[in-house]
């Protein structure tokens, strides 16, 4: 049997643990051939494949990014663009697929399944937000890297007693917003599925002025005003129907800063969140991610993606994951409540 790999999307720390994995076994246990498709589904409408050996996935365990590249193309917005997908398969006499990706990736599986391709998903995303698994990959590094951001603007932000604004990534889902800001001890966390009251912000700001400590206001890129829009960098939309975010944490500082008369500055943590290597526990899913993933393939359980369920790996449909994303419960934000302000 000959596999093709792809990996589409916003890239995340684990992808090439995926791919190491997936390989290692679809070779030493079932005699699999493995290719790969170049910069996601562009590869697969352009007929660009590569050879994947074990010798190709050696040392990438600990490397970010992804040795295959990855773009953001929805082969369902190109003329023919199912046609060419199999055609690029079949000229190649790839039999199945392994599709890791977020929601967007992994919703184009689904319906190219529904086609008739044999494939499999991986749910990738450092923003956690792929419904049908608890967890995806990448999360637990960008995590790591905001909360390593927020303790060290902590010491600055208290030498010259201002405010810090920390704008982390989160277009729909305010994921990373809230466990580094937690993890951090931040005073404020926005999140997208709580528009925000500017009034309250600046009421916590000031109140932990009182307490002669600097406040850390952690923000979601996604998260908005109550009164108002989400701040956009660029109007333009990918081919998934996305515009591109950031601008609220600089929208905050100015705002915290005239309202309450006090210095306010902001940090973007933006693609930092995305690079480098992976945590351990990134590492750890990823690779039982793929293992799962290989074996799926083998059962001819297509049409599915890998999921983590407690610290089980399951199969759940790629439907599940479809048009949806997983969001904060308002009833887990509100837990924090008391280290707010
Ligand atoms: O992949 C998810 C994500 O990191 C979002 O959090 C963010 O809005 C987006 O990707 C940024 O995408 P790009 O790499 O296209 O700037």
């Known amino acids: 049997m000959k596999v093709g790999v792809l990996t589409g999307g916003g890239d995340c720390p684990g992808l090439n643990a995926v791919i190491r994995s997936v390989v290692r076994k679809g070779v030493q246990e079932y005699g699999f051939d493995f290719v790969g498709l170049r910069d996601g589904w562009l590869g697969a409408l352009q007929g660009q494949v590569v050879p994947l050996g074990i010798a190709d996935v050696r040392g990438i365990l600990p490397r970010g990014g992804t040795i295959l590249g990855s773009s953001r193309t929805n082969p369902l917005k190109h003329e023919d663009g199912v046609l060419r997908v199999r055609d690029t398969l079949a000229a190649h006499e790839v039999d199945a697929l392994v599709v890791i990706g977020g929601e967007d990736t992994l919703g184009a599986a689904e319906e190219l399944s529904r086609h008739g391709v044999k494939l499999v998903g991986v749910p990738k995303t450092i923003d956690n937000d792929v419904v ?59 999140v997208p599925e709580r528009p925000f009251d500017i009034d309250q912000v600046c009421a916590w700001v000031r109140s932990r002025f009182r307490t002669h400590y600097a406040p850390i ?100 449909p790629l439907t599940e994951a479809r048009g949806r994303t997983k969001q904060v419960d308002p009833s887990l934000y509100d837990e924090f409540s008391v280290f707010f302000g």
């Open 132 to 190: 049908g698994t608890d967890s995806t990959f990448g999360f637990d590094t960008a995590v790591g890297i905001a909360t390593e951001a927020i303790d060290r603007l902590h010491t600055t932000a208290e030498s010259h007693m201002r405010t810090l604004v920390v704008e982390v990534m989160g277009r729909h889902s305010g994921w990373i917003a809230l466990h580094a800001g937690v993890a951090g001890g931040a005073n404020v966390i926005l």
């Open 217 to 316: 206001v952690v923000v979601a890129e996604g998260a908005k005003p109550k009164e108002g829009q989400m701040v956009l960098k660029d109007r333009t939309l990918d081919e998934y129907g996305h515009v591109r975010l950031s601008g609220i944490g600089e929208w905050l500082a100015q705002e915290i800063s005239q309202r309450t008369g006090s210095d306010a500055r902001t940090t973007v943590l933006g693609h930092v969140q995305r690079g480098g290597t992976p945590s351990a526990f990134d590492r750890w899913l990823a690779t039982r991610f793929g293992l799962h993933a290989v074996d799926a393939v083998k059962k001819g359980d297509f049409g599915t993606m890998t999921a983590l369920r407690g610290t089980e790996i399951v199969r759940v």
